[in-house]
């Protein structure tokens, strides 16, 4: 049952036992958007601009063989284990934890995401709608130590200057931190703003407790701070400023 919390604007509480799963041999995988073989729900086409955030476990030795991919910006951000990209547009490289891969598929590419290593690997993938078309492109994000300081980091944007990687959407950034704990963080305000949980646990104000997996989606609730549970968190929250139109 999704959870809304009283207040100005929205806030939706998206537990993860409430995503959708798929179960493939190789693959476990937690949806937060159908997609698929899975069934669509007209209600839960996307939120903002983002209609894709899966987190997937990858056996060692396998993974998504050559796909094609149009018109999608791809950011996939690693907790565990590794990953393999590469495409026909000569894009290679390898992620591990607090790295990323962004991939603007603009006209047309294939790539494959494999795991070809001995350990399981653990990711977050999202995608979000450009608002631009082009050539392809690839990048390898490695943020180094640039997270041990506890702030919202820029990872991917077509908004904010100092991104490490540039999307083709003007009107969204996915922001990364690992706050640390007894502090408190002030999340970016924006029409829509998508808050996960991807380790440990956190408090978003006025909304109350994230575990791992758990998901918040604000629609103009104004300024929020979050603060990290006594084991500390890792939180991907993505600010968009439009909202993807019909498909």
Request: charged share 20%; glycine share 12%.
């Amino acid at each position: 049952m999704i959870e809304e919390v009283p207040g100005p604007g929205a806030i939706e509480i998206r537990r993860s036992s409430e995503r959708i799963e798929t179960s493939m041999g190789w693959l476990d995988a937690l949806s937060s958007f159908p997609m698929g073989h899975h069934p669509p729900d007209p209600a839960n086409t996307h939120f903002g601009l983002l209609f894709v955030h899966q987190e997937d476990r990858i056996a060692p030795r396998s993974g998504f063989p050559p796909h094609p991919h149009r018109e999608v910006e791809v950011v996939t951000w690693v907790l565990e284990g590794r990953l393999e990209h590469s495409d026909n547009q000569g894009g290679q490289g390898v992620i591990g934890p607090g790295q990323a891969q962004h991939m603007s598929a603009g006209g047309g590419v294939r790539h494959a995401e494999m795991n070809p290593f001995d350990e399981r690997t653990h990711l977050l993938q999202m995608w979000v709608a450009p608002d631009s078309s082009g050539d392809p492109y690839y990048a390898d994000i490695d943020l180094g130590d640039t997270l041990d300081g506890g702030e919202l980091v820029p990872v991917a944007s077509g908004r904010e200057p100092g991104a490490v990687a540039e999307m083709r959407q003007k009107d969204a950034t996915l922001w990364v931190a690992r706050p640390l704990p007894g502090s408190s963080l002030a999340l970016p305000e924006a029409p829509f703003l998508h808050l996960f949980c991807a380790r440990g646990s956190l408090t978003l104000e006025g909304a109350g407790a994230l575990a791992a997996g758990d998901a918040a989606r604000l629609r103009d609730a104004g300024p929020r701070r979050v603060s990290p549970g006594a084991e500390g968190c890792e939180l991907l929250a993505w600010e968009m400023h439009a909202e993807r139109g019909p498909r």
